[in-house]
């Protein structure tokens, strides 16, 4: 367990930006003290698309996190013992189980110290087999003739040896560009991880890591995700549609620039209302001809590109898994969070495994962009929620800000409590609304 008034920062580089967060964990909570973006210019990238940091931006990236992180530390006195991590795209990320054997014609006497050596040799072997990075190797399980044994105390005779051993891994030239770029990276397991991972970590579920899970990212540019069996990040996939294919589309059906759809989808409709349907949200002339749309016409052409990509990122995981998206259950990140009432959009049932999240980070200006810096510092903080604070959250009925993941039996439908302040008349933007 870390100490009270720890510091922590993240960095993460995106395709188009960079994000800076620093933490500090204070009375067990995680709390946002730092918040700062690099933006790439003249309509450059900062990576490929395989997520490899490009060399001819590399050099001055790194000055420019190393001027913010010295920044940082020059402004907050009590930063000294601040430790910063990375967070890497999940796209070139695998992971594998590998069984390797060890015949003997005379038996031989395996112990706990001798399955501890093999395994070592087994961990260099697999870092020197390919091109990969490896996160993490695992010892699985150990088989002797045929039989399997717990590898602690273990004391026996005999011949074949069958050890298996889980690999995490990600495209070298992926965790080098990555680390090069950042001036002070810590060295130990937890100095770095997947997006993806850190998604799944600020997930606030009972059992959690006893199930299936999927963590779906909205981006702008496509929609990935990431399968989640009994803790482990197995499996990831990837569409080529992102939220602004979806905005292209709207604009081509509203007849409007792309901002402006950007602007409705994400600022202005309730998508779980019923009070806006035959409401005239938007008015305008389209090649001489004055349009008008509904809230109702408007929900339906946003509810049908959002399940148009929301259903490719299904049928991606069920082609190489078999998984009953009825019982597992599916957490979504990123733009989808910006929409009032996304969850309205990716299901039809109230009572559903489809969720999106709505847990208030403290401190933070734009809550959904540090879900990936929150659940990797979460996982470093341990448990930094006591189950006095979790009992009573849980007993708050009215908390749409501080409400998490709506799983818990006594919420009646998802997301009830999350519309947003200017939507409370169910209308489009409104400046002052009546208590």
């Known amino acids: 367990m870390i100490g009270n008034n720890k510091t922590f920062t993240t960095v993460e580089i995106k395709k188009n930006v960079v994000k800076i967060n620093a933490y500090r964990v204070l009375e067990k909570n995680i709390i946002s003290i730092f918040e700062h973006e690099i933006e790439t210019k003249n309509n450059s990238a900062f990576l490929t698309d395989n997520g490899i940091v490009k060399s001819s931006v590399s050099s001055e990236l790194k000055k420019e996190i190393s001027a913010v992180i010295k920044s940082i530390i020059k402004d907050q006195a009590d930063f000294k013992d601040n430790k910063i991590f990375m967070i890497l795209p999940s796209s070139t990320y695998a992971f594998a189980t590998r069984t390797y054997h060890i015949n003997s014609s005379s038996a031989i006497l395996i112990n706990e110290e001798y399955i501890n050596d093999l395994f070592k040799k087994t961990v260099k072997k697999e870092q020197q087999a390919n091109s990969a990075f490896h996160l993490d190797v695992q010892f699985a399980k150990i088989k002797i003739d045929g039989v399997k044994y717990a590898h602690k105390n273990l004391k026996v005779e005999g011949n074949n040896?069958?050890?298996?051993?889980?690999?995490?891994?990600?495209?070298?030239?992926?965790?080098?560009?990555?680390?090069?770029?950042?001036?002070?990276?810590?060295?130990?397991?937890?100095?770095?991880?997947?997006?993806?991972?850190?998604?799944?970590?600020?997930?606030?579920?009972?059992?959690?890591?006893?199930?299936?899970?999927?963590?779906?990212?909205?981006?702008?540019?496509?929609?990935?995700?990431?399968?989640?069996?009994?803790?482990?990040?197995?499996?990831?996939?990837?569409?080529?549609?992102?939220?602004?294919?979806?905005?292209?589309?709207?604009?081509?059906?509203?007849?409007?620039?792309?901002?402006?759809?950007?602007?409705?989808?994400?600022?202005?409709?309730?998508?779980?209302?019923?009070?806006?349907?035959?409401?005239?949200?938007?008015?305008?002339?389209?090649?001489?001809?004055?349009?008008?749309?509904?809230?109702?016409q408007i929900q339906l052409i946003v509810k049908k590109y959002i399940k148009e990509a929301y259903k490719e990122i299904k049928e991606s995981f069920v082609s190489k898994e078999k998984i009953d998206f009825v019982v597992t259950p599916i957490f979504n990140f990123g733009l989808i969070q910006e929409i009032p009432n996304g969850i309205s959009l990716i299901s039809n049932n109230k009572v559903s495994s489809n969720y999106i999240n709505q847990v208030r980070i403290i401190g933070a200006l734009k809550n959904n962009e540090h879900f990936e810096s929150y659940g990797f510092i979460s996982k470093i903080a341990n448990k930094f929620i006591t189950t006095q604070i979790k009992t009573k959250k849980q007993k708050i009925t009215n908390a749409g800000l501080n409400m998490q993941f709506s799983f818990y039996d006594d919420f009646i439908g998802q997301n009830k409590a999350s519309s947003q302040l200017y939507l409370k008349n169910d209308g489009i933007l409104i400046d002052k609304v009546e208590a």
Not at 177 to 201: C, Q, R, W
Not at 207 to 229: H, P, Q, R, S, Y
Not at 275 to 295: D, Y
Request: hydrophobic share 35%.
């Open 161 to 296: 040896i069958e050890l298996t051993v889980s690999v995490r891994s990600i495209f070298k030239k992926v965790y080098d560009t990555h680390k090069n770029v950042i001036e002070k990276v810590e060295d130990g397991e937890n100095s770095f991880m997947t997006n993806l991972e850190a998604l799944y970590n600020s997930i606030q579920r009972p059992g959690k890591d006893e199930n299936d899970i999927v963590v779906v990212n909205w981006k702008e540019e496509n929609l990935e995700a990431g399968l989640f069996k009994n803790g482990s990040f197995i499996e990831y996939t990837s569409t080529n549609i992102g939220m602004n294919k979806v905005i292209s589309k709207l604009s081509d059906e509203f007849g409007l620039s792309n901002e402006m759809s950007k602007h409705y989808l994400y600022n202005n409709i309730n998508f779980d209302s019923s009070n806006i349907l035959r409401t005239i949200l938007l008015k305008f002339k389209n090649s001489a001809i004055t349009k008008t749309l509904s809230g109702e």
